[in-house]
Structures are given as C-alpha cells and as structure tokens.
C-alpha cells in the first residue's frame, strides 16, 4: 500500500493550480492525508470516487485544517484531541484554540491507526514555543501512546520543525529560529525516543538535501535551499513493514511537496 503526505497550502490552491491530478497519477496513493486544506467540504470541489472523505476543518475559514482520503473502510474515525488529553495541556494561546483548528485526524484500521497532525507554528518571534513545547508536543505524544496501546500506529503530517542539521540546508544560521529550536527539536526526540521511528531518516541516514519545504523568498525551492518538517513516522514494531521513503520534491502546487511510504499490513 502507497500513504501519502502532503501540506497542500491550501486545497483550493492546488486544485486551481490542476496540481493535485498529477500527483494522483503519479504517486496512486491507497491513503492521502492532507494539511493545511484551508476550506471546508462544502467550499471544495472535488470529485475523488475511488476513495471515502474524512475531513477536520478549522472552525475559521480559510485556515488550517486536516483531511484524509482512503480507499479502505477505516472502523472508527477520531477528530481533535480526547477529551482527557484536552484538560490535562492548555492548548489554547493568545493566538486561538488549537484544538477548533482541525489539526488532528485519525482513522482507525483492523491492524492500525492513521493518523495527521498539522503542528502548530512558533511563529517568528517565538511567541508560541511555550505552548508548542509544553502542551502541543507533548499533547501529541501522549496521544500517539494512547492509540499505539491499542495497536500500532503510522502518523504523518507537518510537523513543523527540523530535527536535526541534516534536515535543513542552511543549519548554522537557523539555530534558535522557529522551526529549529532546542525546545522543538526536543519534542521532536522525545518522539523517537517513546519508539516512533522517522521512517525517512531510518531508512536514509546520511542523505542530505533532502527537504519537504522552501520559503517561497528568494528563489529558495530552484535552489533547493529547504528544510524537512514533513514526516511519515511509525511504531517501531512495525519498521520492518515499511519500505521506500521518498520525498517528491518534483511534485508542484503548494510550498511542500509529498512524502511517501509503502507500507505491508
């Protein structure tokens, strides 16, 4: 089976772009999860008949949002955070509630979980690395454990930071900024260490220039000049049914490109 990855900027975009049918064709994902869609079904026109709809949009239009497409049956669905992680991290900032952001979905399977996650920024001036670091990060973990108690899990989606310095082009002059702080970085290896495996990297240790997304300043996707933040990232138990990690950088449509795996259930 093929599961795809990609923070499209913008569903409407890329379907205005005629972006998302070379994709399809290309890539033949049996699952596609999408961030960042931006739009509710209704304001979509789409029409994908080879595979069932879930969406999580933000309840402000226009902003965030999740979404999945299957061509399997999932058993269960699940939107948003449990309520029980919800009252135990304060996810909620200055900037809004992240948890009426849609940036959480999981479909649940005879043999795993699914799930997206659409990670909250720092920002800029690192106004919300507080949140990121003491609650969202750590929300997520606790959430991934909780599904992968019952089953194992395969989770994707923009994650929002770049691990390590291999994971981005320009490392020295990013140290600190948004996207690659200690904090961040932190949260990101506290994922690997509860036993999720960063499906690219395992299987890709030394391959550089790999990146998942570019500013769109200074001509930075021709120059390759990018940072991987897009991850398909599995439990350990089940690495070994995982293969051929990839990242479609040729893909156009949004700042992101694809990231791919196949997976053997």
């Known amino acids: 089976m093929k599961f795809v990855s990609w923070n499209v900027n913008g569903i409407r975009a890329i379907l205005k772009k005629d972006a998302l049918d070379p994709m399809l064709d290309e890539l033949k994902p049996d699952v596609l999860c999408m961030q960042e869609t931006k739009a509710h079904r209704e304001q979509v026109d789409l029409d994908l008949p080879d595979y069932i709809e879930y969406w999580n949009s933000a309840e402000r239009k226009g902003y965030s949002g999740t979404a999945i497409f299957t061509k399997k049956q999932p058993e269960a669905i699940f939107l948003d955070f449990p ?24 479909l649940e399977f005879k043999d795993y979980f699914i799930a997206t996650v659409y990670t909250p920024n720092s920002k800029s001036d690192l106004t919300r690395i507080s949140m990121r670091e003491k609650n969202w990060d750590r929300a997520w973990l606790e959430y991934m454990k909780k599904l992968e108690a019952k089953k194992p899990v395969l989770f994707c989606g923009d994650l929002n930071v770049a691990h390590n310095e291999i994971d981005l082009a320009q490392p020295k002059q990013n140290v600190g900024k948004h996207g690659f702080t200690y904090e961040e970085r932190a949260g990101f290896s506290n994922l690997v260490e509860a036993g999720f495996v ?16 570019w500013s769109n300043f200074a001509q ?4 390759n000049v990018g940072w991987r933040i897009d991850y398909w990232m599995v439990s350990r138990s089940i690495v070994d049914k995982v293969s051929n990690p990839a990242i479609h950088a040729n893909l156009m449509g949004s700042d992101h490109c694809p990231v791919s795996i196949e997976f053997k259930p």
């Open 83 to 106: 309520d029980k992680i919800v009252d135990k991290y304060d996810l909620k900032d200055e900037y809004g509630d992240t948890n009426s952001e849609g940036r959480v979905l999981a």
């Open 220 to 223: 930075s996707r021709s120059r």
């Open 198 to 213: 960063d499906t690219f990297r395992h299987f890709n240790p030394e391959v550089t220039g790999a990146y998942s997304w």
